[in-house]
């Protein structure tokens, strides 16, 4: 009788709460589920970063065709583009990590357009113009800056989220999307090296 008491205490009874090595296995795992899903959220957020960075990965391959009209009455036609590096940043005037990377396009913009460097804007707001122009003015952004329509939206796929900047060679292809801010030393690197490579006759 005695052992079997023992027996009954060891196998615990219904409701009992579980034994504490059960619980630490639980913790184990979810810490492992934890972590995998931060690794996933780092390459989903830095691989693009790291691509332009190192040109490893492959190209987007989308040539998306597109116009606007510039804030300041410029006519942009990507056809015009051809044997240009494009970059082209979806942006707006309320989103934070886009006042951060602004500089970072102006002065792209302002040290190598003589180097076939085009540096472009969409904004998504949805206010009129002259808000816009006042916070590009504020800033001392020159590069063209149109408004994102739908069909800009489409042609490169969808914006899911901004900033989003698109590089773009020399023949329209589109190598780099990057959804956030922009690093400076990925987005140069990204530039300089498309800026090496000639495009098609």
Known sequence: MES???DDEDRGRPGDTPPPSRWRAAGVWLERLFTAAMVVFVVYRLGPQLGALTGVGPDL???PEY?????DGTEVRSEDLRGNVVVLNFWATWCGPCKLEMPSLQSLHEERAMDGVVVLGLSTDVGGDDTIRDF??????????GRATNAHRQ????IR???TTFVIDRDGIVHHRVV???APPAMRAAVSRLLE???EP
Do not use: C, K, Q
Request: aromatic letters at 14%.
């Open 4 to 6: 079997e008491r023992h």
């Open 61 to 63: 391959g989308r040539s």
């Open 67 to 71: 116009t606007f009209t510039a804030l």
């Open 136 to 145: 590009l003015n504020a800033r001392s952004i020159t590069y063209p800056v």
């Open 155 to 158: 042609a490169f796929g969808g």
């Open 161 to 163: 989220g901004i900033p």
């Open 180 to 182: 956030g801010y922009f």
């Open 197 to 199: 490579r000639p495009g």
